[in-house]
C-alpha cells in the first residue's frame, strides 16, 4: 500500500469553527489532491497540488482553502465549517498529474452539527 | 468536459453468479479510463485501468472491462463473484494532463 496517513480520522465540530485536515505521504509523490465523498455524487476534486506551494481550485473548491509547505504535507482547511461541508474527505497522491493511478488515503469523517 | 454515469446505483448478486457494473462516458477527446473500488470503511483502490493499446484489461482478481470507442462504454464484469466483492465501485474518466472524473458509484452487495 501507499503511504499516506490522513489525520484526525474522524471528527466532530460545530458550525462557524475552523478545521484543518491533514494528509501525510512517504512517497515522495509530486501531485497531492483532495476529494470528497457524498452519497450520489462519487468522488468531487476540492484542491489539488503539483509541488511545494503550488496549489489550484477543483470543481467544489468553495469554502477550503489548502497549503502545501513540504512535498510530504498537504493541508486542507475549512474557514469556518458548515453543514454542507459533512463529508468524507479523501487525500490522494500521484506521480503523474492525473494520468496514472491515484492512490488514495484511507479518508476522514467529518460531521458539522 | 469529461462526465461518467453509472447506470446501475446498487447491484445485488448471488455467490458465484456473474455481475457486470455499467459505465458510460462523454468527452469530445481521448480519454483513459479507471475502474476504482472501496471496500468498507476503507479508502479506494484502482481495481484496473485503460491508457491505450488492448481494449480488453484484466485484474489480478477476476475483474475485466472493455473499453468500448463507439458505446464510450468502459463495463466492468466478473463472472463469478465471491462474498468478498462485496463493495462499491467507482468508474473514472480523465482527459490527458486534465483532472479525473468519477461516477457516482455502484454498489455491489454478494449474497451466500
Known amino acids: 500500500d501507499a503511504g499516506i496517513t490522513q489525520s484526525p480520522r474522524h471528527k466532530v465540530t460545530e458550525t462557524g469553527t475552523p478545521v484543518t485536515l491533514r494528509c501525510h505521504q512517504t512517497e515522495n509523490h509530486r501531485y497531492m489532491y483532495w476529494y470528497r465523498q457524498d452519497p450520489g455524487h462519487g468522488l468531487r476534486l476540492i484542491h489539488y497540488s503539483y509541488g511545494v506551494k503550488d496549489t489550484d481550485k477543483g470543481e467544489v473548491s468553495d469554502g477550503y482553502s489548502v497549503s502545501r509547505s513540504k512535498t510530504e504535507d498537504f493541508l486542507l482547511t475549512l474557514e469556518s465549517a458548515t453543514s454542507s461541508q459533512t463529508s468524507v474527505y479523501f487525500c490522494a497522491i500521484g506521480d503523474r498529474f492525473f494520468q496514472e493511478t491515484q492512490y488514495f488515503g484511507p479518508g476522514t469523517r467529518l460531521l458539522v452539527l | 468536459a469529461q462526465s461518467v454515469t453509472q447506470l446501475d446505483s446498487q447491484v445485488p448478486v448471488f455467490e458465484e453468479a456473474p455481475v457486470e457494473l455499467r459505465c458510460n462516458y462523454s468527452s469530445s477527446v481521448s480519454v483513459y479510463l479507471f475502474w476504482y473500488v472501496q471496500y468498507p470503511n476503507q479508502g479506494l483502490q484502482l481495481l484496473l485501468k485503460y491508457l491505450s493499446g488492448s481494449t480488453l484489461v484484466e485484474s489480478i482478481n477476476g475483474f475485466e472491462a472493455e473499453f468500448n470507442k463507439s458505446q464510450t462504454s468502459f463495463h466492468l464484469r466478473k463472472p463469478s463473484v465471491h462474498i468478498s466483492d462485496t463493495a462499491e465501485y467507482f468508474c473514472?474518466?480523465?482527459?490527458?494532463?486534465?483532472?479525473?472524473?468519477f461516477g457516482a458509484g455502484t454498489t455491489v452487495t454478494v449474497r451466500a
Open positions: 473514472a474518466v480523465s482527459v490527458p494532463l486534465f483532472k479525473l472524473s
